[in-house]
């Protein structure tokens, strides 16, 4: 067994800091409620029952203590997120117009932008 592996278990036991999982005869991990899954995780008993068996894979071993950590969350690719419920378009694809739009109105907006910039310049320039 090394780190990466992705393995099948058994679940042994269950605590509120996490799930505990027989791997074989000799050796047993833990799943730690954070690696469960993505989110938050309500009440471990109604969601994993000791006996289920499990996917997970090694995430560290500590040869000094025999401890193994494991992980489900990581077998999952995480949703990051709200779903596009409906993409927003800036013109109407519709009327096929595209930059038309924008271009009946561009010169009229750098023409207002230009006016309000040596409007600030001269204001500034009295006050020197």
């Known amino acids: 067994m090394r780190i990466g592996d992705k393995i099948t278990g058994t679940i042994s036991g269950i605590q509120s800091y996490g799930v505990f999982v027989k791997i074989d005869d000799e050796h047993q991990g833990l799943i730690h409620i954070s690696e469960l899954k993505h989110g938050f995780v309500a009440d471990l008993n109604s969601q994993y029952k000791v006996g289920d068996k499990v996917d997970v894979i090694v995430m560290g ?42 271009a009946t109105h561009k010169d009229a907006w750098i023409s207002s932008a230009m006016k309000l910039i040596s409007e600030k310049k001269q204001k500034n320039s009295t006050f020197l």
Request: no cysteine; hydrophobic share 30%; aromatic share 12%.
């Open 61 to 102: 071993i500590d040869e000094y203590n025999q401890k193994i950590s494991l992980s489900m969350r990581a077998l999952h690719p995480q949703k990051v997120g709200r779903p596009i419920l409906h993409k927003h378009f800036w013109t109407n694809y519709r009327d096929h117009i595209g930059y038309k739009t924008i």
